[in-house]
């Protein structure tokens, strides 16, 4: 992205799109608890509980969906406070849109297909016209950050002159007027993560990222294209909720996700944070299900009669689970502070023995010329 700020017109409707795909997903929340028998069903649903509610129908959410409103909310948060730097604002709508398209984005013909047709026809057309709302919104919002960018305009010098002060409070003599200089903070734009966050985010995303390919490719050798294909694009053998990708398709879209976030970290981009925790929180979700689908089978219990892979996937769990806190907390750090402000800020000193000054103000003469 260029450098620039988003207007507040800019932040304001991308705060209002993301209030929409909060909407949308919590709507489909409240359906489920609606028709579940017991709240706590929908618990279940969400971890891998295969049951469904009632006959000719199926749960719509899944565990990615709560995340999302919490990341909708979360980014139109962002947008209202001043406080947070533009770049990182700017940085939370990109990576909202991006999560949103990878995992909606197969619905789109998932639920138009032929094998869905023992759901409730207006159940799954509800579904996918809520699919569709929510990609328009997605590309809604890189339409706001790639339009709503403006160049930093330049500021007033601004003339403080607290340090030329006497005792009393009465203005001293000025000698001389030098520039503020910025606190040296390191190179970065506003929001940018530290070195050290930056690094931990970047090994360990990338580590996370690259595992979840591995397991991606694994599984294409080892199904074959034919069943792989099922697991990537859907089929009723692989549903679970009428929001929910297919798990091949959710695997390789999150290890997308989060080798796109470890590549910002390294660069050191203000966008990295945001999308770090987008990222992260998906991770974590994914490696907790998996976790819990491993307890519920009673894996733990009889580890050494397990096979080397079944080792493996318990592992990779318990892996990206890690990883993905690690991750929020190196990402949840505040970023490089703004210091463009007092770029063009002046300050005034006095010549009287034992005057503040600037560091960086050249002193006054041991005699001043007469009439100074």
Do not use: N
Not at 165 to 179: E, I, T
Not at 196 to 223: F, K
Not at 227 to 254: E, I, N, T
Request: include cysteine.
């Amino acid at each position: 992205m260029r450098d620039g700020v988003l207007t507040r017109g800019a932040r304001g409707a991308g705060a209002l799109i993301c209030l929409l795909l909060a909407l949308l997903s919590a709507g489909w929340i409240i359906r489920d608890l609606a028709v579940a028998e017991h709240g706590a069903d929908v618990w279940w649903a969400w971890l891998g509980e295969t049951r469904r509610p009632r006959e000719f129908t199926a749960w719509a959410t899944s565990a990615l969906d709560p995340l999302l409103v919490l990341g909708a909310l979360a980014a139109a948060v962002a947008q209202v406070r001043t406080a947070v730097a533009s770049s990182v604002a700017a940085g939370a709508l990109l990576s909202l849109a991006a999560a949103v398209a990878l995992l909606r984005i197969p619905l789109v013909w998932v639920l138009g297909a032929d094998w869905l047709q023992g759901l409730d026809g207006g159940l799954t057309g509800w579904a996918r016209l809520t699919v569709l709302a929510q990609l328009a919104l997605a590309a809604a919002l890189f339409v706001v950050v790639a339009a709503g960018r403006r160049r930093s305009p330049g500021r007033p010098g601004r003339h403080t002159a607290g340090s030329a002060h006497g005792p009393a409070g009465a203005m001293a003599p000025v000698y001389g007027v030098v520039r503020a200089v910025p606190s040296v903070v390191g190179p970065g734009r506003p929001g940018s993560p530290y070195r050290g966050s930056a690094g931990t985010i970047a090994v360990l995303l990338g580590a996370a990222g690259l595992v979840l390919a591995g397991w991606e490719i694994h599984w294409r050798q080892q199904l074959g294209w034919y069943l792989y294909r099922k697991g990537l694009l859907g089929d009723a053998s692989v549903f679970r909720a009428l929001l929910q990708p297919p798990v091949h398709w959710q695997g390789a879209a999150l290890a997308a996700l989060s080798l796109g976030a470890a590549a910002a970290a390294l660069r050191r981009a203000a966008l990295s944070r945001p999308a770090a925790l987008t990222a992260a929180a998906l991770l974590l979700a994914h490696g907790a299900v998996a976790l819990v689908h491993t307890a519920r089978a009673g894996a733990f219990g009889r580890l050494a009669a397990l096979s080397l892979r079944s080792h493996l996937e318990a592992g990779t769990a318990v892996f990206v689970a890690a990883a993905a806190l690690g991750v929020l907390l190196a990402a949840v750090r505040p970023g490089l502070p703004d210091t463009s402000r007092d770029l063009d800020a002046v300050r005034a000193y006095g010549s009287a023995p034992g005057e503040a000054r600037p560091p960086h103000a050249p002193p006054p003469p041991s005699r001043l010329p007469p009439g100074w």
